[in-house]
């Protein structure tokens, strides 16, 4: 069988699961390059070859039929509806990689505007001190440790699990000497202020668990997805707690979810939070909030 059949076969198997044709289509050739260890250029140029004839090239590593049966594995799993970035055990995020687990949110494209945010934020502060309130995967801290070469980081969780692989992403980038990783909630009991605060909270409302995707509802840790009946839960104790953890004139970064702005700004309005503005993403959405401490 030719790999392209064989890629073939297995987006027929992801899409009798529910995932969209071209999505699987993604997946399924994605899922046998890893397997292979090629990049996309040599799968177009190889995937009309017999995978008999390409699985003899490393045969005396791995078996006949060694291949078949590890992306028969993996389109199983995914099949399961288990997201990609756990399969692969990695995530790319603000044009890097990032190593993911179970026990950590997948980072997502609309994250990086708190980037932005803060970065701006950032501007004219020499050494600024900036605090991740629920790191998870640390895809903020070590991306901001990253792009603010004169910033001193502290991350926070209350997952041990999270502030693990937290840890080896910020080894992984050369940024572990930067980054003080925590274990505390909302960064109670730590000292100091900080210039910037930034958090990605959970902010899903529990009603509207239903509606998610099965990758989202299915895998993601509940605890970095769903904040109360209104989904506000967790905000509420970010804004008081950066009236007290930010300097004077320091700033709070912070994703909220869809429909939510109105609801947020109060929030952030009542904890005595200043200069409220929001940032749209690429659909319009309001999606990241930002507030400074008068």
Known sequence: MRLRDLADGARRRLEAAGIPRTE???????????VLGW?????????????????????AARGVGAFRAAVDALVGRRARREPMAYIRGTQEFYGR???VGPGVLI????????????????MG??????????TGSGCLAVTLALELPSATVVASDSSAEALTIARGNAAAHGVGGRITFVETSYLAGI????DIIVSNPPY???????????????????????????GLRDIRVIAQAATTALKPGGVLVMEIG?????????VLGSAGLAELTLRHDLQGIPRVAVAQRP
């Open 24 to 34: 699987a289509a993604l997946d399924a050739e994605l899922l046998a390059r890893d």
């Open 39 to 59: 990049d996309r250029a040599t799968w177009i140029a190889r995937r009309d070859e017999d995978e008999q004839a390409v699985e003899a090239e490393t045969v």
């Open 97 to 99: 990689e990032f190593l």
């Open 107 to 122: 980072p997502r494209p609309e994250t990086e505007l708190v980037v932005d945010e803060a970065k701006s934020a950032a």
């Open 125 to 134: 502060r020499r050494t600024p001190r900036l605090g991740d309130i629920g």
């Open 191 to 194: 000292a100091g202020t900080f």
């Open 204 to 230: 899903v409302r529990e009603a509207d668990r239903a509606t998610l995707a099965p990758e989202v509802r299915d895998y993601e840790p509940e605890a970095a997805l769903f904040a109360g009946p209104d």
């Open 258 to 266: 869809m429909g939510q702005a109105q609801a947020v700004m109060d």
